[in-house]
């Protein structure tokens, strides 16, 4: 006779670990984790991101509140640690003081830990000290968000298990990893090493992806890096940043107000010469105008070398072709330089991105004096006999500034 043969407590009890108390299958409890998973990434970028650490929405109390709980059960991260590593990643971006740099540690370490880079971050005084204002302060940040912050992720395993059952425990699993893998890992990784970028911006930022889908928005990191202050990632017509999607919809219910969008730069006429509208729009579209200038630069190179059978390290020079020799690594300064001697073209498409750079970094001159110097500029593209050059300038002598 086996113990408690007669009662159907053992049975119900194998049942209840196998599925739960919802007894879903295994793809319905698939589905519930997409879910909840989602919740938490719409919790990192609208309330951490660009809420808190930005300042470019308003949310209202209750939503933020619920936020503040959720990222509490489900990631155990504080509101001041992460709002002060990423305004320390945007104050010192692509040095060595950046808490989670791929150009610094590694496209590897940042993928695969982090998290633990964000760890270590969160324990630097200094860094919750200069970059933490203006983070939520009241009892409960105090007693139950800071000092137990352990206590949100174990009660989201229990009720993951009371829940799914085994299924359960799998499922907290992927939780505890999604934003780690996603955020730690593939934003600050990825989104600083590979992609296309809209922007010239002076980091390595990168957009992952024209459809911010999986992770809120946050794939469209170029373009962020560009406007940090702006609520909407998404500035081309083909990009999708379903982040300000959920932010409209709050906006219509009265629960979120972004403050800043993106400023658009368009095209009108061409005008005889180079004015101070031209200026204006110029600096306040730079990256955008700078990106431009890439995508010529790019394609002269592309001109020069297709019939000619040139090395892999001189092709590699392409990369760095368009970017402020400061951001130039040291082994690439000698495969820049080959590309410039071997080709007077883009050597002049060098020489002139740096000139024109320099009309928003010279300080002290008027802006009669730099209007004049981008007259100067453009008279000397249009006349160098380089056609992408010409081009250029031609459409520069076109933008105009539009908010």
């Given at each position: 006779m086996t113990l408690f043969s007669d009662s159907p407590l053992p049975a119900a009890l194998?049942?209840?670990?196998?599925?739960?108390?919802?007894?879903?299958?295994?793809?319905?409890?698939?589905?519930?984790?997409?879910?909840?998973?989602?919740?938490?990434?719409?919790?990192?970028?609208?309330?951490?991101?660009?809420?808190?650490?930005?300042?470019?929405?308003d949310l209202h109390p209750a939503?933020?509140?619920?936020?503040?709980?959720?990222?509490?059960m489900t990631t155990g991260m504080g509101t001041k640690a992460w709002t002060a590593i990423h305004r320390k990643h945007h104050a010192k971006c692509e040095q060595a003081e950046d808490p989670h740099s791929p150009q610094i540690h590694g496209l590897?370490?940042?993928?695969?830990?982090?998290?633990?880079?964000?760890?270590?971050?969160?324990?630097?005084?200094e860094t919750l000290s200069r970059y933490g204002h203006g983070t939520p302060n009241d009892w409960m940040e105090r007693n139950v968000y800071e000092r137990h912050s352990v206590l949100g992720v174990s009660l989201m395993l229990v009720i993951d298990v009371l829940l799914f059952g085994a299924l359960g425990a799998a499922l907290w699993a992927v939780q505890m990893v999604w934003i780690p893998f996603w955020a730690a890992g593939?934003?600050?990784?990825?989104?600083?090493?590979?992609?296309?970028?809209?922007?010239?911006?002076?980091?390595?930022?990168?957009?992952?992806?024209?459809?911010?889908?999986?992770?809120?928005?946050?794939?469209?990191?170029?373009?962020?890096?560009?406007?940090?202050?702006?609520?909407k990632f998404s500035v081309k017509p083909y990009e999708f940043d379903i982040g300000w999607m959920y932010i409209t919809i709050l906006n219509?219910?009265?629960?979120?107000?972004?403050?800043?969008?993106?400023?658009?730069?368009?095209?009108?006429?061409?005008?005889?010469?180079?004015?101070d509208q031209t200026l204006e729009a110029l600096i306040a579209h730079r990256y955008e105008v700078m990106a431009s200038y890439a995508r010529h630069m790019r394609a002269v190179f592309a001109q020069q070398t297709e019939a000619a059978d040139v090395s892999g390290a001189l092709r590699s020079a392409r990369r760095w072709l368009h970017r402020d020799a400061e951001k130039v690594p040291p082994a690439a300064v000698p495969q820049l330089a080959e590309a410039r001697a071997a080709y007077p073209a883009l050597d002049k498409m060098v020489t002139m991105?740096?000139?024109?750079?320099?009309?928003?970094?010279?300080?002290?001159?008027?802006?009669?004096?730099?209007?004049?110097d981008l007259q100067a500029w453009c008279h000397?593209?249009?006349?160098?006999?380089?056609?992408?050059?010409?081009?250029?300038?031609?459409?520069?002598?076109?933008?105009?500034?539009?908010?």
């Open positions: 194998i049942d209840w670990l196998a599925s739960g108390l919802l007894n879903l299958a295994w793809w319905q409890v698939l589905l519930v984790g997409l879910v909840l998973t989602h919740i938490t990434i719409v919790s990192v970028t609208l309330y951490l991101h660009r809420h808190s650490a930005h300042r470019a929405l939503v933020k509140h619920f936020f503040r709980f959720w990222l509490w590897k370490k940042v993928m695969w830990q982090g998290a633990e880079l964000y760890r270590a971050e969160a324990k630097n005084a593939v934003i600050n990784g990825v989104g600083h090493y590979w992609g296309y970028r809209n922007f010239e911006a002076q980091d390595a930022s990168t957009n992952v992806s024209p459809w911010g889908l999986i992770v809120g928005g946050e794939e469209l990191h170029n373009n962020h890096h560009t406007y940090p202050t702006s609520a219509k219910l009265g629960l979120a107000h972004p403050k800043k969008t993106p400023p658009r730069l368009a095209y009108g006429a061409v005008r005889p010469v180079a004015d991105r740096e000139e024109l750079r320099q009309l928003w970094l010279t300080t002290g001159r008027t802006r009669e004096q730099l209007v004049a000397h593209a249009e006349e160098s006999g380089i056609a992408a050059l010409r081009d250029f300038s031609l459409k520069l002598r076109a933008v105009k500034y539009a908010s």
